[in-house]
Every structure is written in structure tokens, then in C-alpha cells.
């Protein structure tokens, strides 16, 4: 199915034309049948890796409700749970920056979207390591969202380094204790990062397992609470989760620990022990989590007896869902402060020209929802069109070169349409330049691409971990995007699709349909259709997500692909060496991966290059040159 709306019966199909989407422009939002909410005691809505896309997703009906939908959303989740006598809470995990224009197209970056941001009442918020990785990045945290959450931000192991004093403090508080608004319960909340290297010398982060045997936090675990929340940018999987559960649960037997965790931007829930639950809410705004708790939380009550239920949703960023899970519509949901949101957003994107457009798509190149190598995969469209003609210096113009490309650069599919301002930070939101070590042999270069493809066998082969030898990162598979993480450990390869060319499944008819907006009542005439999005299956089991779907495809793509320029075409099962063959090459790449460039290189037997052999190829980022290059050769208007 494409990116239009199908349209699912007459009930569905009117609901979808009064229901505009909250930017203008902007898909409108699809309808589909729902799963509802289970609400408990203690609730939460949860997001995560926002990375900018506050704005919501333009091309996209099922995610195109923007952050003042949200603040509108969350607004009526609050005043059911005052009516109802419960609590909700709002959590943010960090990644909320790079990766979006409305972030990333200012100079300063950021100029709009502090303040956008912070319109949402987020009542326990920590940070990523998109917000680390570039000094002014980590100062804006300082300067800006830690104060605008003031007690709401917490920095359980993050300290920051003030530029003119050289004074290192935590960039927030380490921990927080606070009682809900309704029910007066104690939480104490922690705010973890996982451990992250790759940050700007002006933040320290300090490994998890060093942090839980600090004085504070063996005091902070021994407060008296009735439940403890731990959020953090960690993956639910992640041994970092899992120390700082084992030391909170080894002081509190008994006690309810919730975590919130991200940075892997999947969909994901698992339980530590019966009486803990951790979610992980996906990406680019494209889900808002839920989570509930239900039992008896005052801890006065608690004994080897009480139990306690946990649910959680994947709540798509749909306008259409968002009503439904409030019994709004179109006129009853939007509050003042969420159109002021939206208008925010709007004149911010506005300002910065995001819609202007380099030229046309004539079709939709996936990232990861199309085999590589193929007609529709990104990756083949860079190697056999973009890089050979971008990766060009006119002082090294006879010297034939590989052109090596870290899978990771790229963020984001493509749609066919209008390549705006916008797409070239979705696309690609790095600074990363393209650099060069020249005149390499062509034996060593042209084992390079296979070394790096197969990093993490490097690792194991060379000792690494024992001291011994080069070492790679200990994760080399950051190369590609954080998304294959999970495609490589799981089964999304190929799932199959039923009745596909009827355009998807038709529902189940065991399950219990709830049409968005249509109070349950089966639409008369066809059944409706699915439309494509997730269908998560976690650790809890397969009814995690809002919305029922039809499943997507998912593939595997290699950390880096290559392109070859001014050499013979490649033959199939054939080494390229000898006749024809360059004796040696230019090796050409992203200077954000040059240190396992040089591992491989050395792996190749090409000896000690440093990064003194690394000179600049092609001035400019890889993202203007993309921009300059679509410019130039597709359509300008579609
Ligand atoms: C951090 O790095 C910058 C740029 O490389 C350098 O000027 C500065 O002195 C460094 N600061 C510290 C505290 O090491
Ligand atoms: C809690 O669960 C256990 C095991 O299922 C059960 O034996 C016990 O009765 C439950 N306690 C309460 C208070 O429901
Ligand atoms: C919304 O914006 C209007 C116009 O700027 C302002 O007067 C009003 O106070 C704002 N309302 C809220 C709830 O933010």
C-alpha cells in the first residue's frame, strides 16, 4: 500500500476528511481499527529519539500529528486521569535533537526548537547522546532544556563542564523524589545515559556500573518510596538497564521498578522480574508510549503478596488515533495551547524554508523496506549515481578510487515527491565530510570494504578485548543505522504478506474491531483494509502496538557499500586483481569512520596509516553535496 490513505468504508472515509492534520501540507492522517488503552493507577505517556521531528512526519498519514497534537493529547490524558483519581506522567528519553530540519536547518542549530520543545509539560526528561556529541549541542542542554525542566531533568550519570571555569558538575540533578499529583505517591526517578564514549569534552559520562556504587545512589535507592521509575537513553535489552535494576532491586525486594529507555528506536517491552516492566518507545515521533501500572502501590501494603499489573501501547502519531484515544474529534480535541504549538512549529518551519525544493524524487528509495542491492534500496541509488559523480577532485581526477559509505550517514527513506530542505536533514543530518588517503595500493584497498562489512569478526579474531592488537570500537556495528541492531538479532527478513495484491489482509474477523472514531460499531459493506506500520512483537507478546497492521518488510543492509570509479567493471566471481586492474587507488570515505578505516587498513596488510594520511577529498558536507547533486539532476518541480 502507498502513502495515500486507502479508504476503509464510508464511516472511516468522512472522518478522514474532517480530521486535518496539524501542519499544513501535511498528510492526512489514515484511519485504522485500534487496540485501546488499559489505564491503571499510575500511568505514563512516553517519548523517545524525537530527533527533531517535532513538526511530525509530512509524507507519512500514519505519524503526521505534530507536538502541539501532542501537548493537546496530553492535556486530555491529564483531566481523565484527575477525573478518574489516577496519575499520568510524562517521560522523554533523550535524542530529541539531529535529524530534522526544524532542529537541525538553523544557524545556531536549535534557534526554534528549544522553545517549541518545551511546551510540553514533561514531568521526568534526561538526555541522549545526539545531545552530546558537538560541544555547543551539550551547551544548549545547559543552557536551555535543563533550565526550561528545572526539576523535571535529571542527569544520573552525565556531569558538565563549564567552558570558561573548567568546573565539572552534574548537568542536573542525580535523582529525583516527588509525589504524584492525585494519589500522593512516592516516586523516586532516575535519569540514566548508557555508556556512551563518543561525547564532546565539555560532558562526562560515567559508565552505569561505576555510578549505582556511588554513596548517592545507594542513599537514593534506599528512599521510601511506593514505586521506582528509571528512564534513560538505553536500549530495554541493554546491560546497562539491567545493573541499574539488579542494585535498586537487591536493596528493595518488593518495591515496583518502571523503566523507559530508547536509543535502540525500536518498539520494545520486557520485564526484568514480576514486579518490574520496561518500555522503549521507537523513533522520530513516530510513537508515543504508554505505560500503566494497576495494584496495591502504596508500599505499606506491599508483602510477598501484592501483585501487580503492567500494560503498554505503541501509540502511532496519528491525529485520528489520538482522538479516538480520547473520545475527541476534530473540533473537541485541539486545545489553545496545542494550536499555539502547531502555529509555533509552522511559522518556525516557515522561517527556515524548510519546504523549498531541490528537485523531484521520481520514486521512493528505501533505507531498509527494500532489498540491497536493488532498483528501490538508497543505498544502490548513492553507489551507482550519487557518489561517483559527488565524490569528484579535480587535482586527483585520473587516479581511480573506492568510495566507501558508512550505511549509518543515512537516516531516512527517501519519498517520491518533493526533495525539500527538510529531507536533507532527515536524510542525512551528519556534518560528515568526505576525505581521502591517496595513492593506497590496490590490494589493500580493495579488501578494506569486506574487513569493515565484518567488523565485529574483526573484533573477535584480534584479541581485541583481551588488550592484544587494533581494537575496533567495542560496538563497530555503529556504522549502520541503530535499527539494524535489531534486524541482524531477529526475524524481520521477510515476513510475508497475505493478499497483498488485494491491497493487504482484511481484518481478522476474530479480532475485536474498534474503527477509529465509529464507537465500535462494524462499519456495513467491506471490511477494512490494513495499512502498513508496525506490528511489534516484544517480550510481552504481539498486541503491543495501537494500531493493527499490516507488517513491513525490513532488510538487512551492510555497514558500508562502495562505490568504484575510473575502474573495470567488477566480474562476477572474479578478484579484481591484476590485468586491468589500477596499481594503486585513492580510498575515499566518511571522515566519521576514519579509525576503523585505519584498523582495516592494517588488517589489510597495508601497514601503519594514520590519521596524518587522511586528507579532505571534497569540500563541503555529504549532505550539501546530495542537495547539489538532486539539484542538479532531478526534475525541479514534480
Ligand atoms: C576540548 O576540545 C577543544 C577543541 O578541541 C579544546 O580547545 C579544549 O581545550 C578542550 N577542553 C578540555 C576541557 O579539554
Ligand atoms: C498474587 O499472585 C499469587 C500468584 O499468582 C497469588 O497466589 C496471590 O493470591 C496473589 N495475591 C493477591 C493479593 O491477589
Ligand atoms: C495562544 O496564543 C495567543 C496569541 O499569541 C495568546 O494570546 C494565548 O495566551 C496563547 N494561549 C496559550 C494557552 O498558550
Not at 188 to 194: H, N
Not at 521 to 529: F, I, M, V, Y
Request: aromatic share 12%; glycine share 8%.
Amino acid at each position: 500500500m502507498g502513502l495515500k490513505a486507502a479508504v476503509i468504508g464510508s464511516a472511516f472515509a468522512a472522518l478522514a476528511r474532517t480530521a486535518a492534520a496539524a501542519q499544513p501540507g501535511a498528510a492526512e492522517p489514515v484511519p485504522a481499527p485500534m487496540r485501546d488503552l488499559v489505564w491503571g493507577r499510575l500511568n505514563f505517556l512516553h517519548t523517545t529519539d524525537t530527533h527533531g521531528w517535532h513538526a511530525g512526519h509530512l509524507q507519512e498519514p500514519q505519524y503526521s500529528a505534530d507536538w502541539g497534537d501532542y501537548v493537546s493529547f496530553a492535556h486530555h490524558m491529564r483531566e481523565k486521569a484527575d477525573r478518574d483519581g489516577v496519575d499520568l506522567l510524562l517521560v522523554d528519553t533523550g535524542d530529541r535533537v539531529e535529524g530534522n530540519g526544524l532542529y537541525d536547518a538553523s544557524s545556531p542549530k536549535g534557534e526554534y526548537y528549544y522553545d517549541i520543545y518545551r511546551q510540553q509539560d514533561v514531568d521526568i526528561i534526561c538526555s541522549g547522546n545526539h545531545e552530546l556529541y558537538i560541544a555547543s549541542t551539550a551547551d544548549g542542554e545547559h543552557r536551555y532544556t535543563v533550565p526550561n525542566f528545572k526539576e523535571n531533568y535529571i542527569a544520573s550519570n552525565l556531569d558538565y563542564i563549564d567552558p570558561e571555569s573548567g568546573e565539572k558538575t552534574p548537568l542536573a540533578q542525580r535523582y529525583r523524589k516527588f509525589q504524584t499529583k492525585n494519589q500522593k505517591l512516592d516516586v523516586v526517578a532516575f535519569g540514566f545515559l548508557f555508556d556512551f564514549t563518543g561525547n564532546a569534552n565539555n560532558t562526562v559520562v560515567q559508565p552505569v556500573r561505576e555510578t549505582v556504587r556511588e554513596p548517592w545512589f545507594q542513599t537514593a535507592i534506599r528512599e521510601e518510596t511506593d514505586v521506582f521509575v528509571v528512564i534513560g537513553h538505553v536500549g530495554v535489552q541493554m546491560l546497562e538497564f539491567k545493573i541499574i535494576f539488579r542494585a535498586i532491586r537487591k536493596a528493595n525486594p518488593l518495591t515496583p521498578i518502571l523503566f523507559f529507555g530508547g536509543h535502540v528506536h525500536i518498539r520494545d517491552a520486557t520485564t526484568y522480574d514480576a514486579r518490574s516492566f520496561a518500555v522503549a518507545s521507537g523513533r522520530y515521533f513516530e510513537t508515543i508510549g504508554w505505560m500503566s501500572i494497576d495494584g496495591e502501590l502504596e508500599r505499606k501494603a506491599l508483602s510477598t503478596d501484592t501483585n501487580f499489573s503492567f500494560t503498554r501501547r505503541y501509540i502511532d502519531n496519528n491525529l485520528l488515533g489520538l482522538h479516538y484515544h480520547t473520545g475527541l474529534d476534530a473540533n473537541t480535541f485541539p486545545t489553545e495551547h496545542g494550536r499555539n504549538v502547531s502555529a509555533m512549529i509552522t511559522s518556525a518551519r516557515s522561517a527556515l524554508d524548510l519546504d523549498y525544493a531541490f528537485g523531484c524524487a521520481p520514486q521512493t528509495f528505501w533505507l531498509s523496506r527494500a532489498p540491497y542491492p536493488g532498483d528501490d534500496s538508497i543505498f544502490t541509488w548513492l553507489e551507482k549515481d550519487v557518489l561517483p559523480d559527488i565524490a569528484v577532485n579535480p587535482a586527483r581526477a585520473d587516479v581511480p578510487r573506492l568510495v566507501i559509505f558508512n550505511t549509518g550517514a543515512i537516516r531516512f527513506d527517501i519519498f517520491q515527491g518533493p526533495f525539500t530542505r527538510d529531507a536533507t536533514f532527515i536524510v542525512s543530518p551528519f556534518l560528515s565530510k568526505m576525505v581521502y588517503i591517496p595513492d593506497v595500493p590496490y590490494a589493500v584497498a580493495r579488501k578494506v570494504i569486506g574487513l569493515l562489512n565484518n567488523a565485529g569478526k574483526i573484533v573477535a579474531e584480534s584479541g581485541s578485548e583481551s588488550g592484544s592488537g587494533p581494537s575496533f570500537p567495542r560496538d563497530p556495528r555503529f556504522m549502520a543505522n541503530p535499527e539494524q541492531l535489531v534486524i541482524h538479532e531477529s526475524v524481520i527478513h521477510e515476513l510475508p504478506v497475505s493478499n497483498a495484491a488485494n491491497g493487504g489482509p482484511l481484518l481478522d474477523t476474530d479480532f475485536q474491531q474498534k474503527p477509529l472514531g465509529d464507537d465500535g460499531a462494524k462499519p456495513t459493506g467491506q471490511r477494512p483494509r490494513l495499512t502498513e506500520g508496525y506490528t511489534t512483537h516484544d517480550d510481552i507478546g504481539r498486541d503491543g502496538d495501537d494500531t493493527v497492521h499490516q507488517p513491513v518488510n525490513f532488510y538487512v543492509v551492510p555497514n558500508c557499500v562502495q562505490a568504484e570509479v575510473g575502474l573495470p567493471p567488477a566480474v562476477e566471481g572474479k578478484e579484481n586483481q591484476g590485468g586491468d586492474f589500477p596499481e594503486k587507488v585513492d580510498l575515499v570515505f566518511l571522515d566519521f569512520i576514519t579509525p576503523l578505516v585505519l584498523v582495516a587498513l592494517k588488517f589489510a596488510g597495508g601497514g601503519d596509516y594514520t590519521e596524518g594520511d587522511v586528507k579532505l577529498y571534497v569540500e563541503g558536507t555529504f549532505t550539501e553535496l546530495m542537495a547539489g547533486w538532486i539539484e542538479e539532476n532531478w526534475p525541479k518541480t514534480c
